[in-house]
T-cell receptor, first 114, second 110 residues
Framework: KAGVTQTPRYLIKTRGQQVTLSCSPI?????VSWYQQTPGQGLQFLFE???????NKGNFPGRFSGRQFSNSRSEMNVSTLELGDSALYLC?????????????FGQGTRLTVV | QKEVEQNSGPLSVPEGAIASLNCTYS??????FFWYRQYSGKSPELIMS????GDKEDGRFTAQLNKASQYVSLLIRDSQPSDSATYLC??????????FGTGTRLKVLA
């Protein structure tokens, strides 16, 4: 069974540019969450999608956005990139929402903003 | 107060010993708890989930949950150098997100 697939694995962008990251969840999983991981802050929640609806959003500026498609694949977009956006962006896939549901991470996309 | 507290370490244990990793959380309503292992430069890998008070064993790993004390721990028996990684404690918040601790770095000395 294929795991969570994130593309691309690595990105180098210039300040002011925008970027789109993609996540394909485990087959049958309908919930996708996004996290930003930096050495100082650990894993910070960005947003969660279920059945194409954003259910929760973390404390990030509006430059961070996302969406989920009918096949549960998800994308996140960061516009007007800043140096501080350099991080590992992780997507997690869950079978459903709610308690007692395990989340599985993809390999991540490492974004470097120069 | 942070929602999940973990000692950042490093926790150093000799090969073959038991490694004990601890985590406290602030949300009394939390029901679902998880331990992830993250190797340097890699993504987190789920190793244990626990939902009820008490112990849950899986191979060399045992998770322990005490909801009254808001405390969850992970024991690794017969620690191996390959267990050297950062271990993240997490819980499901009930608002469609998981809350993670910043992790404890474990070093198993050969």
């Amino acid at each position: 069974k294929a795991g969570v697939t994130q593309t691309p694995r690595y990105l180098i962008k210039t300040r002011g540019q925008q970027v789109t990251l993609s996540c394909s969840p485990i087959s049958g999983h309908r919930s996708v969450s996004w996290y930003q991981q930096t050495p100082g802050q650990g894993l910070q929640f960005l947003f969660e999608y279920f059945s194409e609806t954003q259910r929760n959003k973390g404390n990030f500026p509006g430059r961070f956005s996302g969406r989920q498609f009918s096949n549960s694949r998800s994308e996140m977009n960061v516009s007007t990139l800043e140096l501080g956006d350099s991080a590992l962006y992780l997507c997690a896939s869950s079978l459903r929402q709610g308690m007692n549901t395990e989340a599985f991470f993809g390999q991540g996309t490492r974004l470097t903003v120069v | 107060q942070k929602e999940v507290e973990q000692n950042s370490g490093p926790l150093s244990v000799p090969e073959g010993a038991i490694a004990s990793l601890n985590c406290t959380y602030s949300d009394r309503g939390s029901q679902s708890f998880f331990w992830y292992r993250q190797y340097s430069g890699k993504s987190p890998e789920l190793i244990m989930s626990i939902y009820s008070n008490g112990d849950k064993e899986d191979g060399r790993f045992t998770a322990q949950l005490n909801k009254a004390s808001q405390y969850v721990s992970l024991l690794i028996r017969d620690s191996q150098p390959s267990d050297s990684a950062t271990y993240l404690c997490a819980f499901y918040s009930g608002t469609y997100k998981y809350i993670f601790g910043t992790g404890t770095r474990l070093k198993v000395l050969a």
